[in-house]
């Protein structure tokens, strides 16, 4: 005689039944939490050279903020051109570390915008004059303050040993940082006067003499120009781990040995 099922035996098998679809739904459910705040709060990005350094080294990963710009289709993942500008409209300030989509030629709106994200500071609002002078800054025609630290020794990205002499740069909203000046005679040391269009940036890195940034106007070189404002992608927050060169992802032990404990929740300024 076949036993018959009794109401616990009923629930258990629907129980079964439904589980897949509750793990449908608890993925589902997650996917959407890690999307809205990839989107609206915070996104992490790999640093892959050395254009930030001393700020940011190779192999770190940054946290990024959204929100304090305001929100534009570089927010979204693959850039769907949803809206025009930056909703609500809000502007970097002067000196902040931002990361933004690569332009490419930010001044003609038929090129499409490439996919790569860059990582620069802030350092020309819309409608300033920038020019280089001997490496050094001159804002609308005042030099910014630079104050040299003192000659240092450098291993970069390839292993060779650079020497650099660092420099304590300070704008005039006082906000101050280190940069690297590798050589007096770099490509971009001495240049004519840049005009930051209305709606645009201009971008510089820390290490001045290896980074490609807003002072290189042709896509044809690599340069970025003139970035605009709802290019920006977010504000550099913190570093949250880093690890050096030795780090292999299919050497585990080299997860730990690799890691920079010096770097471990550092701020980004």
């Known amino acids: 005689m076949t036993a018959s099922m009794t109401p616990v035996d009923t629930k258990a098998k629907a129980q079964q039944e439904d589980s897949p679809m509750e793990l449908v739904k608890t993925v589902g459910i997650a996917l959407l939490i890690a999307l809205i705040l990839r989107i609206f709060v915070f996104q992490p990005f790999n640093i892959p050279s050395e254009s930030m350094r001393p700020k940011l080294l190779v192999g770190d990963y940054v946290v990024v903020s959204k929100w304090d710009y305001g929100f534009s289709f570089a927010s979204i993942p ?27 030629n930010s001044l003609d709106p038929n090129i499409r915008k490439d996919k790569t994200d860059y ?30 630290v003192g000659p240092q020794i450098i291993v970069d990205q390839s292993g060779s040993t650079v020497a ?37 940036l201009f971008m510089m890195g820390d290490n001045r003499d290896n980074s490609t940034d807003s002072r290189f106007l042709s ?24 690890w050096d060169s030795s780090t292999r992802i299919f050497l585990p032990w080299t997860w730990f040995t690799g890691l920079r404990l010096d770097r471990i929740a550092v701020s980004v300024r």
């Open 78 to 104: 693959f850039e769907p051109k949803l809206w025009q500008g930056r909703i609500p409209a809000a502007m970097p300030e002067r000196g902040e570390v931002v990361v933004f989509k690569y332009p490419q």
């Open 119 to 148: 990582i620069k500071r802030v350092i020309g609002m819309p409608g300033d004059r920038i020019q280089m002078v001997g490496g050094q800054i001159v804002l609308n025609g005042v030099p910014v303050p630079r104050e040299l």
């Open 164 to 200: 650099v002499n660092v420099y304590r740069e300070t704008l005039p909203n006082g906000r101050s940082y280190d940069t690297y000046d590798s050589t007096p005679s770099g490509p971009v040391d001495n240049t004519a006067v840049y005009v930051v269009p209305e709606g645009h």
């Open 219 to 242: 896509a044809d070189v690599g340069g970025v120009g003139y970035v605009p404002v709802e290019n920006v992608v977010g504000r550099a927050r913190t570093v949250l781990l880093s």
